[in-house]
């Protein structure tokens, strides 16, 4: 369990090295209508009989992110067809505000359920114990809520459900696409830049970690560059340009699509072919594996996630279901690996 104190001095650390995903906003609670329905996915089976109006909060990390979107677009549609209103708390990016907002929702005896969207997983692992022993709902996606960023399993007695990847995975799937690419191209040796999003940031640090040990074994391959995108590909085209400038001979990219987007931007202004490897399969991700610019993308499933968050949510407050670990990326076709060969299988469920 990680006290109050102990979120503060992980927010300054990550506040440091941090700016929000993309864009400003005010942090404040809002009621939003439905959007647009999400990508039908297999999912729980709910169809709970009660129709009493329920009163959900939805603790986003940052609504003005690309990614988050259509995550927070297909939770409202799932409310708003199961009779729940969904109220929006913005963090933007920043945890101490997400602490203070989750202990309001819980303080205002409003909400039978929260779905929390953690900045900073162990910070709120406090406060989600304190909701579910006040008799709320809570339901866990996107991003881990804990200590551990190997399992998608939950990690907190009493939460109804997790619906999340594993970040290890993806970054072990990166470093093994990482040396499929160096070997299909005859990079050798193959002289990586590596992308992070938030160096800082525990999801960042378990990616990398898992991405290293998979590219351990293959001695021609070593990382000769980083740098940070912040999920922004304007700031990702300044780290490549900096990372070409500094390492000519860097052969290959490898980081999130955001980042991608602004290495390609970079490399057709140095007038450089660069191989590159991504993560998140949207649709930017995608049309760049047909088009052969990026060697292979690992998928993520945003839409998805928000989608069976809200359903396993107002199936546990409706009827006491326990969902579990809820994985949406497990269920795809070639493991969750997007290659020009199967790249018509997957579709992208985020811009990029």
């Not at 074994?217 to 340009?241: N, R, W, Y």
């Amino acid at each position: 369990m990680v006290k109050h104190s102990s979120l503060v001095r992980s927010a300054v650390l990550l506040a440091a090295t941090s700016l929000a995903l993309a864009g400003c906003s005010s942090g404040a609670a809002s009621t939003s209508s439905p959007a647009a329905s999400s990508p039908g996915t297999t999912s729980p089976s709910t169809s709970p009989a009660s129709t009493t109006p329920l009163e959900i909060a939805y603790m986003s990390f940052a609504v003005a992110n690309s990614y988050d979107a259509p995550m927070l677009a297909a939770a409202q549609a799932e409310a708003a067809s199961s009779n729940a209103t969904l109220t929006v708390f913005d963090a933007n990016n920043d945890p101490q505000v997400q602490f203070t907002q989750l202990q309001n929702a819980i303080a205002s005896g409003k909400y039978q359920g929260i779905i929390t969207q953690p900045i900073l997983g162990p910070g709120l692992v406090s406060l989600v114990e304190q909701a579910i022993a006040k008799g709320i709902k809570v339901v866990n996606i996107d991003q881990i809520l804990g200590a551990d960023l190997t399992t998608d399993k939950p990690q907190v007695t009493g939460l109804s459900a997790n619906v999340t990847f594993v970040p290890t995975t993806i970054g072990q799937q990166l470093g093994e696409q990482v040396v499929a690419a160096c070997a299909a191209d005859k990079l050798d040796p193959c002289n990586v830049g590596y992308l992070y999003d938030i160096k800082a940031s525990s999801l960042d640090i378990a990616i990398h970690k898992a991405f290293v040990a998979a590219i351990s074994a293959t001695p021609s391959i070593k990382v000769v560059a980083e740098g940070e995108d912040f999920f922004t590909p304007a700031v990702g085209l300044t780290a490549v340009q900096n990372m070409l400038q500094s390492n000519p001979d860097m052969n290959l990219i490898a980081g999130s699509d955001q980042g991608l987007e602004g290495a390609i931007q970079a490399l057709a202004a140095a007038k450089k072919t660069v191989a590159m490897v991504g993560f998140g399969a949207s649709e930017a991700g995608i049309a760049g594996v047909k088009s052969g610019a990026i060697f292979s993308e690992v998928a993520q499933m945003p839409a998805s996630e928000g989608k069976l968050g809200v359903r396993a949510l107002i199936a546990a407050i409706r009827t006491g279901t326990d969902g579990g670990a809820i994985n949406p990326v497990a269920s795809l076709p070639n493991n969750g690996i997007v290659t020009k060969a199967t790249a018509t299988t997957f579709a992208p469920e985020w811009a990029g």
